[in-house]
């Protein structure tokens, strides 16, 4: 492949990479509870008209309104629809990743790196070596705006979860390069099972220089299942493991790479053991 196709693939995955964020924003928002706070309101100054003018057709409206506003407070949104397109963003994604490699011939093993400098701090970049011994880029070449390196040939592009882990940072209301595993293990869940409801159950558990995640039922198993055979995503991670080999990154400060990575389609868990290099 030329530079110049290269560079158009590059293009094409942070097209996807925005896509994907824009995505996981709608699914945050839940546009209907405005909806419902209006319907609460209208109701009430109905019901508050019917009082003092007797009128019983303002009073059944009004109470109608409310019922339907106080029911669209508590149904949970359907997510379906957004999910498909959600998964199918996700899906071009990853082929274009593993063309990307597959043309480039490099086998390395897929690192998160974060850069340290203060007027980089919170940049989180996917490396990807040629060969697995290759050194790894200095700080000076990591902050350089450049994806592909000659010495040592490597490149270096933005990792599928970098928007998610921004999310899931806001959720908390925190910053990751100032806190320590103890507090993503205390906290991680809040945000990815109550918060922005990404899975229904995430255990996160880590012993010297492994940190071992378990998830079940993720938005993401669709992508999972659709690729859980190619060598990407096992050395990847589907976009929420992704996210987090990124938050891993910035709070250890170090290179984080997936050193395990299993999925039970049958219960739709999902056990992946990242490795604090």
Same mark, same amino acid.
């Given at each position: 492949m030329t530079e110049e196709g290269l560079k158009e693939t590059i293009t094409t995955l942070e097209k996807h990479n925005k896509e #994907?964020? +824009?995505?996981?924003?709608?699914i945050k928002n839940k546009p209907q509870g405005d909806i $419902?706070?209006?319907?609460?309101?209208?109701?009430?100054?109905?019901?508050?008209?019917?009082?003092?003018?007797? &009128? &019983?057709?303002? $009073?059944?409206?009004?109470?109608?309104?409310?019922?339907?506003?106080?029911?669209? #407070?508590?149904?949970?949104? &359907?997510?379906?629809?957004?999910?498909?397109?959600?998964?199918s963003s996700i899906n071009s994604l990853y082929e274009n990743i593993q063309d990307l490699i597959s043309d480039l011939g490099y086998e390395g093993e897929p *690192?998160?790196?974060?850069?340290?400098?203060?007027?980089?701090?919170?940049?989180?970049? #996917?490396?990807?070596?040629?060969?697995? +011994?290759?050194?790894?880029?200095?700080e000076e070449q990591l902050i350089n705006n450049i994806i592909f390196y000659k010495e040592p040939p490597s490149i270096k592009i933005l990792p599928p979860g970098l928007e998610l882990a921004k999310l899931i +940072?806001? +959720?908390?209301?925190?910053?990751?390069?100032?806190?320590?595993?103890?507090?993503?293990?205390? &906290?991680?869940?809040?945000?990815?099972?109550?918060?922005?409801?990404? $899975?229904?159950?995430f255990q996160m558990e880590n012993d010297e220089n492994k940190v071992q995640i378990t998830i079940k039922d993720s938005i993401f198993n669709e992508t999972i299942l659709r690729n859980m055979n190619k060598k990407t995503l096992? *050395?990847?991670?589907?976009?929420?493991?992704?996210?987090l080999g990124c938050i891993l990154a910035i709070t250890t400060k170090k290179p984080i790479k997936i050193y395990k990575n299993e999925y039970d389609h049958l219960n739709n868990i999902e056990k992946v053991v990242f490795e604090i290099l």
């Open positions: #994907l964020q +824009e995505e996981l924003q709608k $419902a706070y209006m319907f609460i309101t209208i109701g009430l100054i109905l019901l508050a008209i019917s009082i003092v003018h007797t &009128n &019983n057709i303002s $009073a059944f409206i009004g109470l109608a309104l409310t019922f339907w506003g106080a029911l669209l #407070l508590y149904i949970k949104p &359907n997510q379906y629809t957004r999910i498909e397109v959600l998964n *690192k998160y790196i974060s850069t340290v400098t203060l007027g980089s701090f919170k940049k989180v970049y #996917l490396y990807i070596p040629e060969h697995e +011994e290759s050194t790894m880029l200095t +940072e806001l +959720e908390l209301k925190t910053h990751f390069s100032s806190i320590n595993i103890e507090y993503l293990n205390n &906290n991680l869940h809040k945000a990815i099972v109550e918060g922005l409801e990404m $899975a229904k159950i096992n *050395k990847i991670g589907d976009p929420l493991i992704s996210a």
